[in-house]
């Protein structure tokens, strides 16, 4: 599985309208409406870079509202709830 976070800059009218309809594309687990230099933060995970390149060339980059986005692709993921669960089994680190 491939995880990428992608930063999208919207038109600042359009935040809301526009965070809904990436919501809806296949592959998009979450949009986070951020402050910072971007507008929203999209969490994508699909099996392939081809699926990749699809969700987001393909569609977020075609919903009328988003001036630009930049992809961050995922090497590995650390999350608190994986290694709260691994010391439950007496996995050592």
């Given amino acids: ?17 526009v965070a809904e309809q990436i919501v809806d594309i296949d592959g998009i687990e979450q ?3 951020v402050t910072g230099d971007v507008d929203l933060i999209a ?3 699909v099996r392939a870079h081809e699926d990749l390149a699809e969700v987001i060339a393909g569609s977020i980059s075609r919903v009328d509202g988003v001036l630009d986005t930049t992809t961050n692709i995922a090497f590995k993921t650390y ?3 994986d290694l709260d669960a691994a010391f439950d089994l007496g996995i050592d680190g």
């Fill in 31 to 33: 949009v986070y409406s």
């Fill in 79 to 81: 999350s608190k709830s």
């Fill in 43 to 45: 969490v994508v995970r």
């Fill in 1 to 17: 599985m491939i995880t990428a976070i992608v930063s999208i800059v919207v038109e600042p009218s359009r935040i809301p309208e």
